[in-house]
C-alpha cells in the first residue's frame, strides 16, 4: 500500500554543517516527490520537488536525491543554518492518482550553535 | 510573493457546532485542496477541488465535511457537527495556474480548531 516513511525522527548538525534528511517510500507507481518544511505553528513550505525521471537537483543550499531502485529520497542541506530548524516532510504523488499528497512523518531537524 | 491565506488563524468551538474555515488560495491558482494535521502527526489529505467540484477525496472527508468555493476568491471547508477528534490544524493548499496536475502545492499558515 501507499506509505512514505522517514529513517530518523531527529537530526541535530552543527552549524555550518551539512544536512542530510532520509525518506523511504514503498510505493513504486509514486513518481513525483516534494519536500517540504514546517517551522512550529506554520504550514508547510515549499522547498525542492524533483520527478522521477530524475535522479538529482539541485536547488539554493539545497538537493534532493533520489534513487527509485531502493525506493528512496534525501534532502541535502549545505552549511546548516540556524534558521533551518525545523520539520522536514517529504511528500508523494502518483501520476493519475489524482493530486493528492502523501506526507510522511516528519523529521526535526535542531541546528546546534 | 503570492500567498495562500486562512481564517481564522484559531477556531474554538463546542461538540456538535458548525465551522467554517475560510481560505483564499493564490489567485490564478486552479486547484485547492484541505489537508489537517493532528497535534504530533503527519499532515493528512483531506480533499481536493477543481473546477468547482470535488476531484478526490479522503476516507476521512465524510458527509460532516463539504467545500464551497463561493465566490472567485474564496475556499471554505465546512464542518457540519464537530467532534472531540476533529481538533487538529487544518491546512489550504492550491496549485496549478495551469490546470496541471502535479504542479507545486502551496499552503496555508492553517486555522488550528480545538473542539471541546
Known amino acids: 500500500g501507499e506509505s512514505v516513511g522517514l529513517h530518523l525522527p531527529t537530526l541535530s548538525v552543527q552549524e555550518g554543517d551539512n544536512s542530510i534528511i532520509n525518506c523511504a517510500y514503498s510505493?513504486?507507481?509514486?513518481?513525483?516527490f516534494i519536500w517540504y518544511k514546517q517551522e512550529s505553528g506554520k504550514g508547510p513550505q515549499f522547498i525542492i520537488d524533483?520527478?522521477?525521471n530524475m535522479d538529482k537537483r539541485q536547488g539554493q543550499r539545497v538537493t534532493v536525491l533520489l534513487n527509485k531502485t531502493v525506493k528512496h529520497l534525501s534532502l541535502q542541506i549545505a552549511a546548516t543554518q540556524p534558521g533551518d530548524s525545523a520539520v522536514y516532510f517529504c511528500a508523494e504523488n502518483i501520476w493519475g492518482g489524482g493530486n493528492k499528497l502523501t506526507f510522511g512523518t516528519g523529521t526535526q531537524l535542531k541546528v546546534e550553535l | 510573493e503570492p500567498e495562500v491565506t486562512q481564517t481564522p488563524s484559531h477556531q474554538v468551538t463546542q461538540m456538535g457546532q458548525e465551522v467554517i474555515l475560510r481560505c483564499v488560495p493564490i489567485?490564478?491558482?486552479?486547484?485547492f485542496y484541505w489537508y489537517r494535521q493532528i497535534l504530533g502527526q503527519k499532515v493528512e489529505f483531506l480533499v481536493s477541488?477543481?473546477?468547482?467540484?470535488?476531484?478526490?477525496k479522503s476516507e476521512i472527508f465524510d458527509d460532516q465535511f463539504s467545500v464551497e468555493r463561493p465566490d472567485g476568491s474564496n475556499f471554505t471547508l465546512k464542518i457540519r457537527s464537530t467532534k472531540l477528534e476533529d481538533s487538529a490544524m487544518y491546512f489550504c493548499a492550491s496549485s496549478s495556474p495551469t490546470g496541471v496536475l502535479q504542479e507545486t502545492q502551496y499552503f496555508g499558515p492553517g486555522t488550528r480548531l480545538l473542539v471541546l
Open positions: 477541488f477543481y473546477n468547482n467540484e470535488i476531484s478526490e
Open positions: 524533483i520527478r522521477s
Open positions: 489567485s490564478n491558482h486552479l486547484y
Open positions: 510505493n513504486s507507481a509514486s513518481d513525483y
